[in-house]
């Protein structure tokens, strides 16, 4: 699979300061479906005013970043299906 590092993401949920990015990761076979992998952060500033980004959460934001998963998951769904729609191979 492809660093998600060096690419950008294809979609991005948010719920205020908490945000997941999705990546698409190409196959490196041909024959084989594309991957999609997420990345889940925390922004917030510091004393200085300066925005941050985290991947820590407090215990109260544990149940936000649960449903912010589920919205992840729908929208990874969602781009598989246009990849689907979008592929020429029929047994995709």
Do not use: C
């Amino acid at each position: 699979m492809t660093n998600t590092s060096n690419n950008k993401p294809v979609s991005e949920v948010r719920d205020s300061n908490l945000k997941i990015a999705i990546f698409k990761n190409e196959p490196k076979q041909e024959g084989e479906r594309p991957r999609y992998s997420g990345k889940l952060t925390r922004s917030y500033r510091d004393a200085s005013g300066e925005w941050h980004d985290t991947d820590y959460l407090s215990g109260s934001e544990f149940l936000r970043a649960a449903r912010l998963m589920g919205r992840a998951y729908d929208e990874q769904l969602a781009q598989r299906a246009s990849d689907k729609e979008a592929s020429p191979d029929p047994s995709y």
